[in-house]
């Protein structure tokens, strides 16, 4: 029986729903089962930490089939020991990708007068805000194989190989009771010839727990230096029949990435949406990525470039410090002096995530990886005349993220002659949010490419889609005929914080 090959990279993290869960997925790496079984995985988690010549890569895996002894192989450019290897608790990947994810949230119009109360006291606060801010800113064998390396960490019987050519790699595998997809060896090749190693974890199932015919494994972290920033998916394709969803998160100090030998794009943010949308957010963001990769044929579309400790809004909390230190903080090159660093803006991670949806044909090289400059969008206050600016612009800082709103007008009294639309926040009489949906597990959602025009309040420039109304910046009196939806009476996740202006508007 073939071994059916799935995606590892999704680096870092998975958009799939569990439908269609036995479906060839991108990897950087590919599954070997022992003795020949058939094989599957139906999610992968990766996260990339960088800096300096220092990456991290840690990387989650479900697996789905026999309970027989299986095998993860990834090239690795240099030979790893016990020291390099670790596992981790599952949880701090379905953070990583929940905090990263496109999200949707609800905002109701703000009372007119209270609004124009407000922005009188904000103009005669500008000058002692604008003092505070500067002053926070300041405190800121046989078959030619070698094992290079042999030891277990975890349910994880790990050995580090080197090879002298791609016949005797392969030869080597199936010797030792792997049955090797089709096609493997050609692809081996450049790895060897690129002097690369490679890391197999086989795992023992004895030490395992299943769940449903799933294989409940540990995440795996491994680390080495080299002066290549890059993630090798090919090895990953061999069997790849259909499009595949890769996604990649990179945490790095100070600094955004995106790719160096792919084109770059950025999705389309800050799209108000009809009431309706709310239940079919996930099949509207598909129909706006497709949509956008139709665009931009074979780029590399990035979705979230935030500082990692802060968010706003948040779908989860923010990372915390334990969150980095087990991504890879504990293995990066140590501050000079790691107490002024806390406070240097220059050591604070920054969290991209990049998407790419490709087949064979499209994946014709490894990911390279360059540092980009910061970008900003999404925001509430990325405003351009009467609506929100929908596309990413170069800043000082990054502030990037693919967020969409649902709003609902005000439709109470106005009791002042100069009332001031436009100001959005929580629902009216202090009721608590419903929250801020993010947009997980969307590679098999249903693709239906007329949801962007279906679903879209606000005009989308760059598809050429005419709104249903237009809300977007300024509210408008007549157009508030539809009574606001009542408040939830409970939060179903985080609140959403209300929009207010950040320090950094009252000074720059």
């Given at each position: 029986m073939t071994m059916t090959l799935r995606r590892l990279v999704k680096a870092a993290l998975v958009v799939g729903l569990s439908l269609g869960a036995w479906e060839a997925r991108a990897f950087c790496g590919f599954y070997v089962a022992g003795g020949g079984a058939e094989l599957f995985n139906n999610a992968t988690q990766v996260a990339l930490m960088r800096d300096g010549t220092?990456?991290?890569?840690?990387?989650?895996?479900?697996?789905?089939?026999?309970p027989e002894d299986f095998a993860l192989v990834i090239p690795v450019p240099v030979v790893l020991q016990k020291e390099n290897v670790k596992t981790l608790p599952r949880d701090v990947f379905d953070r990583l990708d929940k905090l990263a994810a496109p999200r949707l949230v609800e905002y109701w119009e703000q009372d007119p007068c209270a609004a124009r109360e407000r922005e009188r006291r904000s103009r005669e606060d500008a000058v002692e805000r604008k003092s505070m801010a500067k002053g926070a800113m300041a405190a800121p064998g046989s078959f030619g194989v070698t094992i290079e390396a042999q030891f277990v960490v975890g349910e994880y019987e790990i050995v580090i190989?080197?090879?002298?050519?791609?016949?005797?790699?392969?030869?080597?595998l199936k010797a030792n009771r792997y049955k090797i997809p089709d096609g493997a060896e050609p692809l081996f090749r450049p790895y060897i010839q690129q002097g690369m190693k490679f890391f197999v974890a086989k795992v023992d199932v004895k030490k395992v727990t299943f769940k449903d015919g799933m294989a409940m494994l540990s995440p795996l972290r491994f680390h080495y230096d080299t002066e290549k920033f890059e993630l090798p998916i090919r090895l990953g394709l061999i069997n790849a029949k259909d499009k595949q969803d890769l996604i990649i998160h990179v945490l790095a100090r100070n600094q955004r990435y995106e790719v160096a030998n792919y084109p770059n794009a950025t999705i389309p943010t800050n799209i108000d949406l009809v009431p309706s949308a709310k239940g079919e957010f996930p099949y509207f963001y598909v129909s706006l990525f497709d949509q956008t990769l139709k665009k931009n044929p074979r780029a590399v579309i990035t979705e979230y470039a935030w500082q990692a400790t802060s968010c706003d809004p948040c779908p989860t909390a923010p990372l915390q410090e334990a969150d980095m230190t087990l991504l890879g903080k504990d293995v990066l090159p140590r501050p000079k002096d790691a107490n002024k660093a806390q406070w240097d803006p220059s050591y604070q991670f920054v969290l991209t995530r990049l998407h790419a949806r490709y087949d064979k044909e499209g994946a014709s090289e490894d990911l390279v990886f360059r540092a980009a400059k910061p970008i900003e969008g999404g925001r509430e206050h990325d405003r351009e005349g009467e609506?929100?600016?929908q596309t990413a612009v170069e800043t000082s800082f990054n502030n990037f993220q693919a967020r969409y709103a649902i709003r609902y007008p005000w439709t109470g009294e106005v009791k002042c002659s100069d009332p001031l639309w436009g100001q959005w926040g929580g629902p009216p009489g202090g009721a608590e949010p419903g929250g801020t949906q993010a947009a997980q597990n969307t590679a098999f959602a249903k693709r239906d490419p007329t949801l962007?025009?279906?679903?879209?309040?606000?005009?989308?420039?760059?598809?050429d889609v005419k709104g249903k109304k237009r809300l977007s910046g300024v509210a408008l009196r007549d157009e508030a005929k539809t009574e606001a939806p009542k408040a939830p009476e409970a939060p179903a996740t985080a609140p959403v914080p209300t929009p207010s202006k950040r320090w950094w508007e009252f000074w720059k």
């Open positions: 220092r990456t991290v890569l840690s990387m989650q895996n479900n697996y789905q089939g026999p190989l080197s090879a002298k050519d791609a016949l005797g790699l392969d030869a080597w609506g929100l600016r962007v025009a279906k679903l879209a309040e606000a005009d989308v420039p760059a598809f």
